[in-house]
């Protein structure tokens, strides 16, 4: 006899997996019964707290828009994440640029060929 489970252990994987929309279709299910009360799941408490101290703040039209359409915020959320990790590496090489650019052209131009000159012969 098959009997069906009543409470389940969530692991941190599986919450990983599901907002990154990498959950088994298996997973996903079970992870839906417990949000929905058929199923009663159990997380350790520090599990908890990561999902709260890390978790975006999503209003519910939007989270039944993006139900309603598929959408998976995790891949989202790692793009822009990355994007914006770009963007400020980005200016701050060019703000570290402009900082050299202006202690370069104090350097004249014969001090900065005896530079390259001594570079090449030094090889």
Sequence with gaps: MVREARIV????????ADLTGQVSSIAAKV???????????ILHY??????????AKIPRELKE???KYGIKPGPI???ALE???????LEEIEAEAKELSKKVSRIS????ARIIR?????R
């Excluded at 252990?9 to 990983?16: G, L, Q, S």
């Excluded at 992870?31 to 799941?41: C, F, P, T």
């Excluded at 001594?118 to 030094?122: D, V």
């Design 9 to 16: 252990i969530v692991d941190t994987y599986a919450i990983i």
């Design 31 to 41: 992870l839906d019964d417990i949000r929905v009360g058929r199923i009663k799941g």
């Design 46 to 55: 520090l599990i908890v707290y990561e999902l709260a101290y890390h978790s």
């Design 65 to 67: 828009l993006m139900d």
């Design 77 to 79: 959320i790692r793009r």
């Design 83 to 89: 994007e914006d990790v770009r963007r400020r590496i």
């Design 109 to 112: 131009d014969e001090e900065i």
């Design 118 to 122: 001594e570079g090449r012969e030094g």
